[in-house]
C-alpha cells in the first residue's frame, strides 16, 4: 500500500502512485511558477497559501479523472491548477469576510498583512487561473466561468440566508453544492476532458466531483465541532465563534427541544467569550444534532460512489471509491 499526496488517498496499484506522484509534483511546480511575480512582494502574498500546504483535493480529482483517457496528455496539469489557484483565490476572500486569524495552520493574509492585500492578492491568484485556462480553449474558459459564477452565487446565498419559508437544512445544502460542489466538479470534469475520455465519461465524473465536493465540506462542518485538533485546517469551533450556522447547527435548530434552550441561546450570536464558545462546543459534540450531520456526509459520499458504477474496473476506479471512504472517515 502507497500513500498519495497530501489528502491519505491509499493506492494499491503501482503505476498509477507513480503517475499521481508525478502529476501532482508538476502541479506543484506550476503553482510556483504562477504564483511568481515581477514584483517580490506580491510573490510573497500569493506563495502564502501554496507554501502552507493543503490537502490539494481538486489537483488530486484531476489527475485521477484523467486516468479514464490519457493522463499524459498535456492540458490534464495547467487544468488541474486552473482549480487549485481558483480555490486558493476564494480562500483569501473567504479570510477577510469571515475576519479569520489562522488558515492552514498559520496566520491568514489578511492577518499577516491587511485585507487590502488579500482581496487582491486573491484577485491576481484568479487572473492567473483566467490566463492559464486562456490557453485550454473556449470551452475551458466557459466552465470555469460557470463554476466561479456558481461559487460566488453560494457564497452571496449564504451570507443573505434562506427565504422566508425555505427549508434552511436543504438552503444550506443547496448553498454548499454551489460553493464547493461546482470547483470540485469542475476538477473531475477537466480531468477526464483534457485526457481526452468519453463523452459519458466526462459526465459521470463531473456529477461525482459534485457530489464528493458536498460531502467534502459536510465533513469538514463535522470536524470544526467534534476534532479537538486542527485538522480541518482551522481552529476548532471557528465557525461557532464567527456565528456561521453549519449543518449540525442547523439540525439542532430543526430539531430543537426544550433540553436544548441554553444550547440555542449560546448559539444565537458569535461566541466570542472563550468560555461560552467551550460550553457551545462540549454540548454541541454531545448532541444528536452532529450525528446527523454525520449522517449526511455519509449520504453524499455513498451518492458519490454510486455515480462511479458504469465506469470501468480498475485502479482508477478504486481509488475514487476510496476518496470516497476517506471523505467519511474525516467526519467520524
Given at each position: 500500500?502507497?500513500?498519495?499526496?497530501?489528502?491519505?488517498?491509499?493506492?494499491?496499484?503501482?503505476?498509477?502512485?507513480?503517475?499521481?506522484?508525478?502529476?501532482?509534483?508538476?502541479?506543484?511546480?506550476?503553482?510556483?511558477?504562477?504564483?511568481?511575480?515581477?514584483?517580490?512582494?506580491?510573490?510573497?502574498?500569493?506563495?502564502?497559501?501554496?507554501?502552507?500546504?493543503?490537502?490539494?483535493?481538486?489537483?488530486?480529482?484531476?489527475?485521477?479523472?484523467?486516468?479514464?483517457?490519457?493522463?499524459?496528455?498535456?492540458?490534464?496539469?495547467?487544468?488541474?491548477?486552473?482549480?487549485?489557484?481558483?480555490?486558493?483565490?476564494?480562500?483569501?476572500?473567504?479570510?477577510?469576510?469571515?475576519?479569520?486569524?489562522l488558515?492552514?495552520?498559520?496566520?491568514?493574509a489578511?492577518?499577516?498583512?491587511?485585507n487590502?492585500?488579500?482581496?487582491?492578492?486573491?484577485?491576481?491568484?484568479?487572473?492567473?487561473?483566467?490566463?492559464?485556462?486562456?490557453?485550454?480553449?473556449?470551452?475551458?474558459?466557459?466552465?470555469?466561468?460557470r463554476?466561479?459564477?456558481?461559487?460566488?452565487?453560494?457564497?452571496?446565498?449564504?451570507?443573505v440566508?434562506?427565504?422566508?419559508?425555505d427549508d434552511?437544512?436543504?438552503?444550506?445544502?443547496?448553498?454548499?453544492?454551489?460553493?464547493?460542489?461546482?470547483?470540485?466538479?469542475?476538477?473531475?470534469?477537466?480531468?477526464?476532458?483534457?485526457?481526452?475520455?468519453?463523452?459519458?465519461?466526462?459526465?459521470?465524473?463531473?456529477?461525482?466531483?459534485?457530489?464528493?465536493?458536498?460531502?467534502?465540506?459536510?465533513?469538514?462542518?463535522?470536524?470544526?465541532?467534534?476534532?479537538?485538533?486542527?485538522?480541518?485546517?482551522?481552529?476548532p469551533g471557528?465557525?461557532?465563534?464567527?456565528?456561521?450556522?453549519?449543518?449540525?447547527?442547523?439540525?439542532?435548530?430543526?430539531?430543537?427541544?426544550?433540553?436544548?434552550?441554553?444550547?440555542?441561546?449560546?448559539?444565537?450570536?458569535?461566541?466570542?467569550?472563550?468560555?461560552?464558545?467551550?460550553?457551545?462546543?462540549?454540548?454541541?459534540?454531545?448532541?444528536?444534532?452532529?450525528?446527523?450531520?454525520?449522517?449526511?456526509?455519509?449520504?453524499?459520499?455513498?451518492?458519490?460512489?454510486?455515480?462511479?458504477?458504469p465506469?470501468?474496473?480498475?485502479?482508477a476506479?478504486?481509488?475514487?471509491?476510496?476518496?470516497?471512504?476517506?471523505?467519511?472517515?474525516?467526519?467520524?
Amino acid at each position: 500500500m502507497t500513500i498519495v499526496g497530501p489528502f491519505g488517498l491509499s493506492v494499491h496499484d503501482g503505476e498509477l502512485d507513480a503517475e499521481i506522484r508525478a502529476g501532482m509534483a508538476a502541479v506543484e511546480q506550476e503553482l510556483l511558477a504562477a504564483t511568481k511575480s515581477e514584483f517580490p512582494y506580491l510573490t510573497q502574498t500569493s506563495r502564502h497559501l501554496v507554501e502552507a500546504g493543503g490537502k490539494r483535493f481538486r489537483p488530486l480529482l484531476t489527475l485521477l479523472a484523467a486516468q479514464f483517457g490519457d493522463p499524459q496528455a498535456p492540458g490534464v496539469v495547467p487544468a488541474a491548477v486552473v482549480c487549485e489557484l481558483t480555490h486558493l483565490a476564494t480562500l483569501y476572500h473567504d479570510d477577510v469576510m469571515d475576519e479569520a486569524a489562522l488558515r492552514r495552520g498559520a496566520p491568514s493574509a489578511n492577518a499577516r498583512w491587511d485585507n487590502s492585500v488579500a482581496i487582491l492578492t486573491g484577485d491576481f491568484l484568479f487572473a492567473k487561473a483566467s490566463e492559464i485556462v486562456a490557453d485550454l480553449g473556449d470551452e475551458a474558459v466557459r466552465i470555469q466561468a460557470r463554476a466561479f459564477a456558481r461559487l460566488v452565487t453560494g457564497q452571496i446565498r449564504e451570507t443573505v440566508g434562506p427565504n422566508p419559508g425555505d427549508d434552511p437544512v436543504q438552503h444550506y445544502l443547496s448553498v454548499i453544492a454551489d460553493k464547493t460542489g461546482s470547483l470540485i466538479a469542475t476538477s473531475g470534469q477537466f480531468g477526464a476532458m483534457f485526457a481526452g475520455a468519453d463523452e459519458h465519461v466526462v459526465e459521470i465524473l463531473t456529477r461525482y466531483g459534485e457530489r464528493i465536493g458536498v460531502a467534502f465540506q459536510l465533513a469538514d462542518d463535522v470536524l470544526d465541532i467534534a476534532s479537538d485538533s486542527t485538522e480541518s485546517g482551522k481552529t476548532p469551533g471557528t465557525d461557532l465563534r464567527e456565528g456561521v450556522p453549519t449543518l449540525p447547527v442547523l439540525h439542532l435548530r430543526a430539531a430543537a427541544q426544550p433540553e436544548d434552550a441554553h444550547l440555542l441561546d449560546l448559539l444565537s450570536a458569535p461566541l466570542t467569550d472563550d468560555d461560552r464558545h467551550a460550553e457551545a462546543l462540549r454540548l454541541l459534540r454531545a448532541h444528536p444534532a452532529l450525528e446527523k450531520a454525520r449522517q449526511d456526509t455519509r449520504r453524499y459520499a455513498e451518492e458519490a460512489r454510486d455515480v462511479l458504477t458504469p465506469l470501468p474496473d480498475g485502479p482508477a476506479k478504486t481509488a475514487l471509491a476510496s476518496l470516497c471512504e476517506l471523505v467519511v472517515e474525516r467526519s467520524c
